[in-house]
């Protein structure tokens, strides 16, 4: 009996298994409540030398961005404003205006004044260098 | 037997080489405002890291159609990972009276302007009125 009622769990732990992986599928641009979305979406990777953040900003240039890196923190705030084009009427609104602040937290402290960043395309891409210990190093191995 | 089956259907052997860990590209449908004015029609759609090169503006048969593949340089392993590489695409049905030849569209920053100029017939006029 008790194997029967754990063949027809797991089959419920199938479903969990094929909801999550749907969700994963589809959750990028559905994820987060209409009403607080998270803004902006971003990427973080970890590469051997750096620590890259990418951002979504449509529609914004430099001066729209402030960014500040403290210790393993980044810090990325911002307003965009949308106003419709003098002398147009609107006829659909789906573009919103946005007051941002978002932090990172990185795995660790970075080289704060060696980071760079750049906004292109409405992408934005931070790139902060590790610190010298933190890089990673190939040791040799030596035999006996 | 089976191979012999497999090059005569040709389309095939690309199915075989794809990537299947690869992330399925995922269409999106940007986000859009759409102004009127006397002159125009103007469509402004959020596109970010659509670039200039992979854009597709395409008006065929009264529709217009936007797309545009978006990748995104991938670094290292991934540690936060909200934003994959996308396909952006939307279709709008253009009122009669725009003129197609005229159709102008610029990005700057993601977000694409696309205008589309009345033609005269659509343009408001003023009728005079006659004293007879």
């Known amino acids: 009996m008790w194997t029967r009622w754990y063949d027809f769990d797991r089959s419920f732990s199938a479903l969990d298994?094929?909801?999550?992986?749907?969700?994963?599928?589809?959750?990028?641009f559905q994820r987060e409540s209409?009403?607080?979305?998270?803004?902006?979406?971003a990427n973080l990777y970890d590469t051997d030398t750096a620590y890259v953040i990418q951002a979504e900003m449509p529609g914004m240039s430099e001066k729209d961005v402030d960014l500040s890196i403290h210790q393993d923190e980044v810090?990325?705030?911002?307003?965009r404003t949308l106003a419709p084009p003098t002398g147009y009427s609107v006829h659909?609104?789906?573009?919103?205006?946005?007051?941002?602040?978002?932090?990172?937290?990185?795995?660790?402290?970075?080289?704060?004044?060696?980071?760079?960043?750049?906004?292109?395309?409405g992408i934005l891409v931070v790139v902060a260098p590790k610190t010298a210990q933190a890089k990673a190093r190939t040791i040799e191995i030596k035999a006996n | 037997m089976v191979q012999q089956s497999m090059q005569k259907a040709g389309p095939t052997k690309d199915l075989m080489k794809r990537e299947t860990t690869a992330l399925p590209l995922v269409t999106v449908m940007p986000l859009v405002d759409i102004f009127e004015n006397d002159e125009e029609l103007l469509i402004v759609a959020e596109m970010p890291g659509a670039r200039r090169q992979d854009l597709a503006v395409k008006f065929v048969n009264d529709t217009l159609t936007?797309?545009?593949?978006?990748?995104?340089?991938?670094?290292?392993?991934?540690?936060?990972?909200?934003?994959?590489p996308a396909e952006y695409n939307r279709s709008f049905v253009i009122p009669r009276g725009v003129d197609a030849t005229k159709i102008t569209a610029e990005l700057k920053n993601g977000v694409l302007?696309?205008?589309l100029p009345k033609g005269e017939a659509a343009r408001p006029r003023q009728i005079e009125v006659k004293q007879l």
């Open chain 1, 17 to 28: 298994e094929f909801q999550r992986r749907m969700d994963r599928m589809f959750g990028e």
């Open chain 1, 75 to 79: 810090c990325i705030e911002g307003e």
């Open chain 2, 66 to 84: 936007l797309t545009c593949a978006r990748t995104l340089e991938k670094e290292g392993s991934v540690l936060l990972g909200e934003l994959h």
């Open chain 1, 92 to 121: 659909r609104q789906e573009r919103a205006p946005y007051k941002f602040s978002r932090t990172f937290t990185l795995p660790e402290p970075v080289d704060v004044d060696a980071a760079t960043a750049s906004l292109r395309d």
């Open chain 1, 34 to 41: 209409p009403r607080f979305p998270t803004f902006p979406r």
């Open chain 2, 113 to 115: 302007n696309v205008h």
